[in-house]
T-cell receptor, first 115, second 109 residues
Framework: GAVVSQHPSRVICKSGTSVKIECRSLDFQATTMFWYRQFPKQSLMLMAT?????????EQGVEKDKFLINHASLTLSTLTVTSAHPEDSSFYIC???????????FGSGTQLSVL | GQNIDQPTEMTATEGAIVQINCTYQ??????LFWYQQHAGEAPTFLSYNVLDGLEEKGRFSSFLSRSKGYSYLLLKELQMKDSASYLC??????????WGAGTKLIIKP
């Protein structure tokens, strides 16, 4: 079946550095990918919708300059957390929509800890 | 409105089997998650179902019936470390996740 690979699964970084998270659809083309964020003990929240070849659409309250999303190909989207701060520590998860089957597949998530 | 229902708390015995049910009423459906969450920790992804049927992953299985708005998580050969909260969440038509309140599972020796 379709698989979405998300890397890294866990990352610890220093405050002020940038972290890139990759989301790959392994055996299907994904014209649309989604990025979610979850804070401890809270719900998973949609951050942005990423369409291949165009700018991402960000949800209200999400800083586009801080969370850079690139969807340069039909199988890869990246989320870069720029100048990370401890409050950015969270669980980030991506999903990709199979354009042929209209199904949604999720990555296994990335636990980001900013020290 | 959108609604996810799951039992508040369940108790089971080590080595046994337990089934945690989840029913939902949402605006659209793009899949259903099950998460495990230990106290004070971030939830851990367990399963994602978008098609009807049963998906098995080791000791854990998840079932979905879209026509009934129903899912269950089945845990076999229960271990003490399985004591946790289990969260059901549905992805709606806007790709937002709608969360249940979680089921606290208590495992007794």
């Amino acid at each position: 079946g379709a698989v979405v690979s998300q890397h890294p699964s866990r990352v610890i970084c220093k405050s002020g550095t940038s972290v890139k998270i990759e989301c790959r659809s392994l055996d299907f083309q994904a014209t649309t990918m989604f990025w979610y964020r979850q804070f401890p003990k809270q719900s998973l929240m949609l951050m942005a919708t990423s369409n291949e070849g165009s700018k991402a659409t960000y949800e209200q309250g999400v800083e586009k300059d801080k969370f850079l999303i690139n969807h340069a190909s039909l199988t890869l989207s990246t989320l870069t957390v720029t100048s990370a701060h401890p409050e950015d520590s969270s669980f980030y998860i991506c999903s990709a929509r199979d354009s042929e089957m209209s199904k949604l597949f999720f990555g296994s998530g990335t636990q980001l800890s900013v020290l | 409105g959108q609604n996810i229902d799951q039992p508040t708390e369940m108790t089971a015995t080590e080595g046994a089997i337990v089934q945690i049910n989840c029913t939902y009423q949402t605006s659209g459906f793009n899949g259903l998650f099950w998460y495990q969450q230990h106290a004070g920790e971030a939830p851990t992804f367990l399963s994602y179902n978008v098609l009807d049927g049963l998906e098995e992953k080791g000791r854990f299985s998840s079932f979905l019936s879209r026509s009934k708005g129903y899912s269950y998580l089945l845990l076999k050969e229960l271990q003490m470390k399985d004591s946790a909260s289990y969260l059901c969440a549905v992805v709606d038509s806007n790709y937002q996740l709608i969360w249940g309140a979680g089921t606290k599972l208590i495992i007794k020796p």
